[in-house]
């Protein structure tokens, strides 16, 4: 009863700041509607509907029921899907096994956020951490963990300041190409390297924006794709890890640069990835794979993701910069999106890894096509090392 | 938060006080160029309609989160698990060893106590205030904040707390801090029972 | 057909309760992780050591950011969860979706054992301001409207068009409340007669405070397995035979509240799966969530176990006692306390209680297939299904 499945149709709304003109509904159905066309297919042709979002940013609890209206769950199937910053691939393998049931004709997953309605930055500092010992606001969220990867990476001379600069550089070059990236300017690595400090090393431009809006994805399995799709990205397969290192530590990426479970930020991409490699029977992963997309929440995370990806060696990553691979014309392309560093609404953002490594097999990257993908392969992280991999490929063999 | 509260005019290092003012500085901008934004969308004629979900809460502490707040108030001890399978310190107290998925806390031998001093592992500077939208004051404090590796736990132990104000080139990873308790009179049974951490 | 290919194989509740005070949200949920470890013998994929052939490899966890206060919310008891390395997804809404899900994670083939968990704590805060936040924003909620008024207004609108009687919801209570007495998990079992509920306080007409379900704290936990773990892990699996879900539109005035045609949809896609022609004939016991006394009555119909309009008279006439000939809600049901999120899990388990013969002084005896069903959202707007099988 599996099948084999595919995405057969993408859709994503623009990235902004703030989009007072439209509500969720309308931004929603946006995304909805730019996959169907994208898929060729009309809502009548989809039976489940899967919505991720995480609901406090916004405020409305069971979101999913208010959006039936934009997002066209009505009278079908569905449920709503939340682990953090990862939301959009944990919505993505959800409908990757719902399609590979087979009962499903094909099935649609939209990630969103609406950032501006809510307060995502109040959401994450001051409730995300654990009633008991919020003494200090968790830490103050996010930034701390950051940092810690940041001065790990330089301490052990996997990478120099400028060389991150340049991977900003990079993430704005790919993003001027990107009509659906937020952060679109092309910036230069004195802005970056001028731009004031967060938390040291972390400074404002190596720093992912809170964007607002929606992406959504249509996956079906073969036995509808063969019927009505004539440029499949096929799914070959897809794992999740879950770190599970809990508050007060902070689960935000957490902050032990050495435990017996290795750098604890680092323990869901990089055991992810090395699940999902074994069982593809991929043994090099730069030589074999043409594209990837990462969850680069800052400039920083991208230098680490390289290390943990296995592109590169242990502390290898500013050669991989140096070398100039991970570029758009590089060997090794990561992020022709941009990435999360470009544009991060948080429900969404997961999701448009996956649905950017599915637009470079489907040829539908337009200026930031990489040539001649064949096997594509995206990998998420979250709060509370939270990580989906998945890998994708143009025809199965 | 309000035991926390700290009065701005208590910062006296210059490069400290330029490092708050900055960061308030940037979170006023944040705020004002939103409220720009919406009026932009209001005066075309747009709605938006402005709510705020208050939502209070009791949560239990539970067996072993009593006891440990317990012992926080009315003995100065931070109590921490051992792990009777791998002898992991479980801190703070939870019903589970997370590595052997099995239950601690209930048996007495495996309550004990971690010292009030310990090593800084990472340090949170006073940066990025957040502002409230409904009040548009900045909120969050401006102390700095350290994860503290207490003695006696193992390298699972880390404990989230305030830092006393210091010169910035004073904070360092490996720092050696002491706990300073509140008086015995305005202790809770919280974490704030500890009033912050000072250097020794 | 779904032939043998899902399983439920072990199940763990707590003992709910209106407020569970001395028990933290984490100690709540380990109490039911650890019942089901002990019982099953079974370990996490990623816990080192030796590997026996059968493990958990996929956790599916059930709760809702907003009871809570806090954002992920569910990662501050991963530990207890034995998440630690482990595939996790968090469903944020109904348990018995929860447990579609973690079906699905089988079927698709990716997984073998899924733990699935779900919990709440209502006590904690103010069930009314959460279920406010439900509603849209824009239209509804500034009205103040929660989920007792909108199924005031479902309910006005059901008893009106099928001139069902406010006692004949009050027969639901009084069964359910007495049912109660016979399962140890119930929060609050009751000997009431029909005017001791019509008596009770009117809230939101018709709904009185004996037709409500009472605030209530408690956790969930079922192991799903594949055909072949399963016989490695119980004698007595229960086969999930059928499933279906489905959404309603969300605003009130969109649907014809008397109607319930996503729940319609959900038990005609769960029936095909299962092969179930006649709900009232093959059906032996159900479990429905009913956190309104009317939404029995209602849910029977939109089930097609009774024709439409039909609930109050099926309900009279005893047919949905124990004993009678499609009991239904032996366990006592949502009305006798159980937490929202956690209910449609829970009618799962207990369905399964029942076709493995342990449940004890509720057992319905040579029960062969039972329906469990959860809703969620305002007045039903989604709808979970599943059929069991032995």
């Known amino acids: ?27 929603l159905n946006m995304a909805a509607k730019r996959a169907l066309e994208n898929a060729g297919m009309t809502i009548k042709d989809i039976d489940a509907v899967f919505i991720g979002n995480m609901e406090l940013f916004e405020g409305n609890y069971q979101v999913d029921m208010w959006l039936t209206e934009g997002s066209g769950a009505y009278l079908k199937s569905g449920m709503k899907i939340q682990t953090g910053g990862s939301t959009g691939s944990s919505i993505c393998t959800t409908l990757f096994d719902h399609a590979a049931t087979g009962m499903f004709r094909a099935v649609m997953g939209i990630g969103f956020e609406k950032q501006d309605e809510g307060s995502s930055d109040a959401s994450l500092r001051s409730i995300s951490e654990d009633t008991f010992f919020d003494i200090a606001n968790g830490g103050r969220g996010a930034g701390p963990s950051m940092s810690e990867m940041a001065l790990d990476l330089l301490e052990r001379k996997s990478v ?85 290192i809990q508050p007060p530590v902070g689960h935000l990426g957490t902050y032990l640069s050495k435990s017996e479970l290795g750098p604890l930020w680092a323990y869901g991409v990089e055991q992810a990835s090395l699940k999902l490699y074994k069982r593809c029977g991929i043994k090099n992963p730069r030589k074999e794979i043409d594209v990837i997309e990462v969850y680069n929440m800052s400039s920083w995370h991208e230098a680490e993701w390289y290390e943990r990806m296995h592109i590169c060696e242990t502390n290898g990553a500013g050669k991989l910069i140096e070398e100039g691979a991970t570029a758009l014309d ?3 392309p990561v992020n022709p999106s941009g990435g999360v560093v470009v544009t991060n609404a948080i429900g969404a953002s997961a999701m448009q890894r996956m649905a950017e490594a599915a637009i470079q097999i489907r040829n539908e990257g337009g200026e930031r096509q990489v040539p001649g993908v064949e096997t594509a392969f995206a990998v998420t992280a979250g709060g509370d090392s939270y990580s989906a991999a998945a890998l994708f490929r143009k025809s199965l063999s | 938060m309000e035991e926390c509260q700290k009065e701005t005019a208590r910062i006296t290092d210059p490069a400290y006080r330029g490092y708050a003012e900055a960061s308030y500085g940037v979170a006023r901008k944040k705020y004002e160029a939103e409220k720009k934004v919406y009026q932009k969308a209001l005066d075309q004629g747009y709605i938006i309609i402005d709510s705020i979900v208050h939502l209070p809460f009791k949560e239990s502490a539970g067996l072993r989160l009593s006891r440990f707040f317990n012992a926080l108030r009315d003995e100065s001890k931070i109590l ?45 500077l006073p940066t990025e205030r957040e502002v409230d939208r409904a009040t548009g004051r900045v909120v969050g404090e401006p102390n700095p904040c350290a994860f503290i590796r207490l003695d006696g736990g193992d390298e699972w ?10 010169d910035i080139e004073k904070l360092k990873r490996g720092m050696r801090v002491k706990a300073v308790w509140r008086p015995r009179e305005e202790r809770r049974g919280r974490m704030s029972d500890i009033e912050y951490f000072v250097t020794v | ?207 009185k405070a004996l037709d409500c379900k009472p605030v209530s704290d408690g956790a969930c936990a079922l192991v799903l397995a594949n055909e072949e773990a399963a016989k490695d892990l119980t004698s007595n699996p229960i086969w999930i035979a059928g499933m279906g879900n489905c959404y309603d539109s969300h605003y009130p005035g969109d649907r014809d509240l008397s109607d319930c045609e996503s729940l319609q949809m959900a038990a005609q896609k769960a029936y095909e799966m299962a092969g ?41 006439d005893g047919i949905t006692r124990i004993g009678g000939k499609l009991p239904v809600n032996p366990s006592g049901g949502v009305l006798s306390g159980n937490p929202s999120g956690v209910a449609g899990m829970i009618r799962v388990g207990e369905a399964y209680l029942q076709l493995s013969g342990q449940a004890d002084k509720r057992q319905i005896p040579d029960a062969g297939t039972a329906l469990a069903h959860g809703c969620y959202g305002p007045n039903g707007q989604s709808h979970c299904v599943v059929i069991l099988n032995r």
């Open chain 2, 80 to 124: 921490a698990l051992r792990c009777p399978q791998c002898r992991r310190v479980t801190f703070p107290p939870r019903a589970v060893c997370g590595f052997c998925r099995v239950t601690i806390g209930e048996k007495e031998e495996e309550w004990f106590a971690l010292g009030d001093t310990g090593t800084v592992t990472s340090i949170v």
């Open chain 3, 276 to 316: 179930i022609t006649d709900p009232f004939r093959d059906i032996d016991v159900a479990e429905i969530s009913e956190c309104y006394s009317y939404q029995e009555l209602l849910w029977m119909e939109g089930l097609g176990i009774c024709g439409r309009g039909e609930g109050g008279e099926f309900v009279r």
């Open chain 1, 160 to 244: 120099t300041e400028e060389q991150i600069a340049r991977l900003r550089v990079q993430a704005s070059e790919n993003a001027s190409k990107n009509p659906h990236a937020h952060l679109r300017k092309k910036v230069t690595v004195e802005d970056v390297m001028n731009s004031p400090y967060l938390i040291p090393p972390l400074r404002l431009l190596h720093m992912c924006p809170t964007s607002v809006g929606a992406c959504a994805m249509i996956v079906a399995p073969e036995s509808t794709t063969g019927k009505i799709c004539p440029n499949p990205a096929w799914v070959e397969d897809w794992v999740t890890i879950h770190g599970g």
């Open chain 1, 1 to 27: 009863m599996t099948e084999r499945i595919a995405i057969i149709g993408v859709g994503q709304t623009e990235f902004k700041s703030k989009w007072p003109e439209i509500s969720e509904v309308e931004m």
């Open chain 3, 1 to 207: 057909m779904m032939k043998r290919k899902v399983a439920i194989v072990a199940l763990a509740q707590s003992k709910y309760e209106s407020s569970k005070k001395t028990l933290s949200l984490g100690e709540m949920i380990w109490e039911v992780v650890e019942k089901i470890l002990r019982e099953t013998g079974l370990k996490f994929e990623a816990q080192a050591g030796d590997k026996p052939r059968t493990v958990i490899d996929k956790i599916v966890s059930c709760s809702e950011d907003y009871w809570q206060g806090r954002t992920i919310s569910d990662c501050f008891y991963h530990l207890e969860m034995g998440a630690l390395g482990m595939s996790v997804t968090k469903v944020a809404g109904d348990g018995a979706s929860a447990v579609y899900h973690g079906a699905v994670n089988i079927l698709s083939g990716k997984h073998n054992v899924v733990l699935v968990i779900a919990w709440r704590k209502e006590s904690e805060t103010i069930g009314s301001i959460v279920e406010n936040a439900a509603f849209d924003p824009i239209y509804l909620r500034p009205l103040g409207i929660d989920f007792l008024m909108a199924a005031g207004m479902q309910a006005n609108q059901y008893l009106h068009k099928y001139g069902i009687t406010e006692d004949q919801c009050a027969e639901v209570v009084v069964k359910n409340r007495q049912n109660a007495f016979s399962n140890p998990y119930a929060q609050e079992p009751l000997e009431l007669s029909i005017a001791d509920v019509m008596d009770s306080k009117m809230l939101s007409y018709p709904i």
């Open chain 2, 157 to 166: 132990t880390i404990l989230v707390h305030y830092l006393e104000f210091m």
């Open chain 1, 330 to 332: 590089g060997d090794i």
